[in-house]
């Protein structure tokens, strides 16, 4: 069983930049789909960014409109841990973040929500104006 614990979240001042780190276990199969996902109060729950891993190898980064280019995704394979390294943050940003993964999906899939059957429990995100 896959297990997901994120770290990291704080809060910030706008403009400011955040590092959250996910550390994942129980992993079986060669290759996952990852990706961080945020829930602002009120709101649904919406895509960050996704990739897919494969053997150490990191491709198929995809990023939600609104963040590209402020937000990067990264993984560390011999870790087993997922990153979202966060610049320019705006309030609107303020959210709970999750890490989630799932198998047996290859790379073009990856930035389809509804993949994704392991998460962790999230980090809050608080950005202040």
């Known amino acids: 069983q896959v297990q997901l614990v994120e770290s990291g979240g704080g809060s910030v001042q706008a403009g400011g930049s955040l590092t959250l780190s996910c550390t994942g276990s129980?992993?079986?199969?060669?290759?996952?789909?990852m990706g961080w996902f945020r829930q602002a109060p009120g709101g649904m729950r919406e895509r960050v960014g996704t990739?897919?891993?494969?053997?150490?190898?990191?491709?198929?980064?995809d990023y939600a409109d609104s963040m590209k280019g402020r937000f990067t995704i990264s993984h560390d394979n011999a870790k087993n841990k997922l990153f979202l390294q966060m610049n320019s943050l705006k309030p609107e940003d303020t959210a709970m973040y999750y890490c989630?993964?799932?198998?047996?999906?290859?790379?073009?899939?990856?930035?389809?929500?509804?993949?994704?059957?392991?998460w962790g429990q999230g980090t809050q995100v608080t950005v202040s104006s």
């Open positions: 989630a993964a799932a198998a047996r999906f290859s790379g073009p899939f990856c930035h389809f929500d509804q993949i994704y059957n392991y």
């Open positions: 129980g992993f079986t199969d060669s290759s996952y789909c």
């Open positions: 990739i897919y891993t494969e053997g150490g190898t990191t491709s198929y980064a």
